[in-house]
Each structure stands twice: as C-alpha cells, then as structure tokens.
C-alpha cells in the first residue's frame, strides 16, 4: 500500500510538472524566444562576472576577492558535477526529448540539448554564483548589498526559467537546480568566510 500510494505521489508530480513546464513554455510572443535564448546563453553573461569581481577588488580587497574566486569555483564544480551525476542516474528525459511533451505542442525555439535533464546544471550554476556572491560581499560590514543580492537573484531566477521556455528543462529541474546551488553557495561561503575570517 505505501508502495502504490507513494507512486501515486509520484506520478500526481510528475503530470503537475509537465503540465507546468507546458503552459510556461507556450507563453510567447513573437519577440520572446530571442530573448530567452539569449538569457540562455553562458556566454553573453560573462560581462556580469566581470563586473561582480570588479565590485569584489574594491569592496573586499585582493585576499577576500581571492577567497570568494576559490568559493564561487568550487561553488560551480559542485553543482555541475551533480547535476552530472544525477542526469546519468535518474535518467529522466528532457521535455525537448519527451514524446508526451513532443506531442502537446512543446515549443523547441533553440537546440534540443542532451538527453537527460534532471537536474538543471543552468539553475544550480546560477543560483549558486548568486547565493556565494552575495554572501562573500556581504562579509564587507561596511556597506549593504541588499539591492546587489535582489539583482543577481532575480537574474538567476530569469536565466533558470528560460531554460523552461526554450523547452530544454521541466520546471522540476529548475526547482530542485536552484535550491542545489543556494545549498552550496552558501555552504562555501560560509568556509571561506570563516577562513577569512581566521586570517584577520
């Protein structure tokens, strides 16, 4: 009984999350596509990193920004890692792969990406950058970061969601990235900080 009810559970989830993903994918214009593809783009963001450690050097000082660069890496490692972990073993396939999603009218607007999706290394990535980035500035008591950290949250919250919209991941993956990479974002902050802080 637990067996089937606990399956139940699952598959109730599982028609939840594709119906989600389904309604989020076909909310489109005609000039929206372009612009999830590009907040899909890794590389186009690299002026943002630039940016932040820029912000780093000025606010923490050439050590802090040494330990938040050592944090925000391992940061990433981390989450790319398991969510290569978990796509080889969970298995599931992406909504740009899934014939049920195929066949209720998925939008593929860009490329149809790997086979497996769960979890969405895109998410975890972001979410991580933004949760260690905020909390390394955030060891500078001198000023807030509040607006700093709303910003590179929504930012990480739009870049994740377009992974939806261009049909590449189911909102279950995005969850489930996101709160991998607030997990070890602020796991490694918190070492680094402490190690900042042991060398004072």
């Known amino acids: 009984m637990e067996e089937t009810t606990a399956q139940m559970i699952g598959d109730a989830l599982i028609r939840a999350d594709r119906s989600a993903s389904l309604w989020i994918n076909q909310q489109y214009t005609f000039w929206s596509d372009g612009i999830w593809k590009f907040m899909s783009d890794k590389v186009v963001w690299i002026p943002l990193y630039v940016l932040v450690l820029a912000l780093m050097f000025w606010r923490l000082g050439w050590k802090k920004t040494l330990l938040s660069i050592a944090a925000v890496v391992l940061t990433i490692i981390c989450c790319d890692q ?119």
Do not use: E
């Open 82 to 200: 398991l969510s290569n972990f978990f796509k080889d073993w969970v298995c599931r396939l992406r909504p740009s792969h899934d014939p049920w999603m195929l066949t209720h009218g998925l939008r593929i607007p860009g490329g149809t990406g790997g086979s497996y999706g769960f979890f969405s290394a895109h998410a975890a990535n972001c979410f991580g950058f933004a949760a260690c980035s905020s909390a390394m500035l955030g060891s500078d008591r001198k000023h807030k970061y509040g607006l700093y950290a709303a910003f590179i949250m929504v930012w990480a919250a739009l870049v994740s969601l377009s992974r939806v919209f261009l049909g590449l991941h189911y909102l279950g993956d995005i969850l489930v990235g996101a709160i991998v990479g607030l997990l070890f974002g602020w796991l490694w902050a918190l070492v680094f900080r402490r190690i900042a802080h042991n060398k004072k």
